[in-house]
T-cell receptor, first 112, second 115 residues
Framework: AQSVAQPEDQVNVAEGNPLTVKCTYSVSGNPYLFWYVQYPNRGLQFLLK??????LVKGSYGFEAEFNKSQTSFHLKKPSALVSDSALYFC??????????FGKGNQVVVIP | GAGVSQSPSNKVTEKGKDVELRCDPI?????LYWYRQSLGQGLEFLIYFQGNSAPDKSGLPSDRFSAERTGGSVSTLTIQRTQQEDSAVYLC?????????????FGPGTRLTVL
């Protein structure tokens, strides 16, 4: 079965420091991977996706993600975190009929 | 342009009542998805529409759950005889295509509370 894992529950980072949110995947076939962000009482907002090609994917709000096939990872990164980046982040993999299987989510807290 | 909209934003109901949740996808999007977000189960897939047909209903948790889509646009998720374990946020998403590479865009969700 296709699945993703987000090993950390919460990520704390000081404002201005680099932010990394980890995701590993387990898929059969080509991995199609997504990152979404959820602010309180809001739906999911699309950040970026990896389909094929360049392993470094750039997305919205200054976020990027690095696809690593040998480590089966797709970590989300931002060079300099903002307090407004505090939110819940979900990694997901697309499979069969474009269903998304989500990780449990990571709460990111950016400390001023 | 307008994004995915859902109504109501909040719904409180009594155990045993039926509820209907509505989703308006992005105009022109052929695919529509329903997910459920709950503390215990995280985000889980419920059902998928391609046009007005639902080729994949595998995620519906019981026969109390049903959904339909009309005119290739609006979708309604119906929960009959609601139970307390149905309390969750129900999210709708749409995409322009139906391949695994198409991005799904989500609505704000409907928070359902069953008393």
């Amino acid at each position: 079965a296709q699945s993703v894992a987000q090993p950390e529950d919460q990520v704390n980072v000081a404002e201005g420091n680099p932010l990394t949110v980890k995701c590993t995947y387990s898929v059969s076939g080509n991995p199609y991977l997504f990152w979404y962000v959820q602010y309180p009482n809001r739906g999911l907002q699309f950040l970026l996706k990896y389909i094929t090609g360049d392993n470094l994917v750039k997305g919205s709000y200054g976020f990027e993600a690095e696809f690593n096939k040998s480590q089966t990872s797709f970590h989300l990164k931002k060079p300099s975190a903002l307090v407004s980046d505090s939110a819940l982040y979900f990694c997901a993999v697309s499979y069969g009929n474009n269903r998304l299987a989500f990780g449990k989510g990571n709460q990111v807290v950016v400390i001023p | 342009g307008a994004g995915v909209s859902q109504s109501p934003s909040n719904k409180v109901t009594e155990k045993g009542k039926d509820v209907e949740l509505r989703c308006d996808p992005i105009s022109g999007h052929t695919a529509l998805y329903w997910y459920r977000q709950s503390l215990g189960q995280g985000l889980e897939f419920l059902i998928y529409f391609q046009g007005n047909s639902a080729p994949d209903k595998s995620g519906l948790p019981s026969d109390r759950f049903s959904a339909e889509r009309t005119g290739g646009s609006v979708s309604t998720l119906t929960i009959q005889r609601t139970q307390q374990e149905d309390s969750a946020v129900y999210l709708c998403a749409s995409s322009s295509g139906v391949t695994s590479t198409d991005t799904q865009y989500f609505g704000p969700g409907t928070r359902l509370t069953v008393l």
